[in-house]
């Protein structure tokens, strides 16, 4: 079953092309790596499909749902961890949590069950009776990730999640990663940290200007560059880049 689904999904900012008639599937229980340099629009993309973001032309469904015509249905069935880790510096772990369930209509019982399933699949039951203020980086992306799955989303999406974090705050995520898959979730990674990818995403797309340039199996995107995904990566944009190059100023 395909759980995000873009057809022609295309993002202009002025007359700037941020992302061009990208389309994709990511199927259920798969994790798929968005993978793309600065710039190439995998934010952009995501923002679409979590509709914080018109797209300027196209479209997607998630969990079956249209993001221009069922935003609401989309966002109850998607989560999404981007951009920082800002929350409320004088809140503790517990309190931005009871906040964001307020969202989801989740109260008494049911959320303190969903805290509980948080807290154990997150490890982090040092971080709830702590004030943000005194969490460190991965404390603190522990709380935003929790926010984004106390619904239990079927689909999430990851941009640059690991951005800012160190070696065991970054394991922790990867370990996530694996585990919410395990749950028979659906997740989209992006990043540009090709070793993440390697470990954990069962599809690779990669994104260069904002056009999906190369699609395939982790394992075959691996292959092409003699079994690594960075080597594929680079080969691959760079034959890119060179097809766009002029012939004139390729010789
Ligand atoms: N609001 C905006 N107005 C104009 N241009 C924008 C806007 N937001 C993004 N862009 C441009 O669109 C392109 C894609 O940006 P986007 O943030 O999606 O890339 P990215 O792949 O997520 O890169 P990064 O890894 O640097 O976050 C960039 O060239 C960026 O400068």
Request: proline share 3%.
């Amino acid at each position: 079953m395909e759980m995000v689904r873009a057809t022609g999904l295309s993002k202009r900012y002025k007359n700037f092309k941020a992302v061009q008639e990208l389309s994709f599937a990511l199927r259920q229980g798969e994790v798929y790596g968005l993978l793309g340099p600065n710039g190439a629009g995998k934010t952009t993309t995501l923002r679409m499909l979590a509709t914080l973001l018109t797209p300027s032309s196209g479209t997607a469904t998630v969990a079956g749902y249209d993001i221009r015509k069922q935003p609401l249905e989309v966002r109850r069935n998607l989560g999404i961890v981007n951009g920082g880790m800002q929350v409320y510096e004088r809140l503790t772990g517990r309190e931005v949590l009871e906040f964001f369930a307020g969202f989801y209509g989740l109260e008494g019982r049911l959320f303190r069950e969903r805290l509980a399933w948080v807290t154990e699949l997150l490890e982090m039951e040092g971080v709830l009776d702590k004030l943000v203020r005194e969490m460190s980086s991965g404390m603190r992306q522990k709380v935003v990730i929790a926010r984004a799955i106390l619904h239990q989303p079927p689909v999430l999406l990851l941009d640059e999640a690991t951005a800012g974090l160190d070696v065991f705050a970054r394991r922790a995520l990867l370990e996530f990663v694996k585990q919410y898959r395990a749950l028979g979730k659906s997740l989209i990674y992006s990043t540009h940290v090709m070793s993440e990818a390697e470990e954990v995403c069962d599809r690779v797309g990669f994104l260069y200007e904002g056009k999906l340039v190369y699609e395939g199996p982790a394992g075959e995107a691996m292959a092409h560059g003699g079994g690594s995904l960075e080597r594929s990566f680079i080969r691959r944009l760079e034959e890119v880049a060179t097809q766009r190059t002029p012939e004139a100023l390729r010789r």
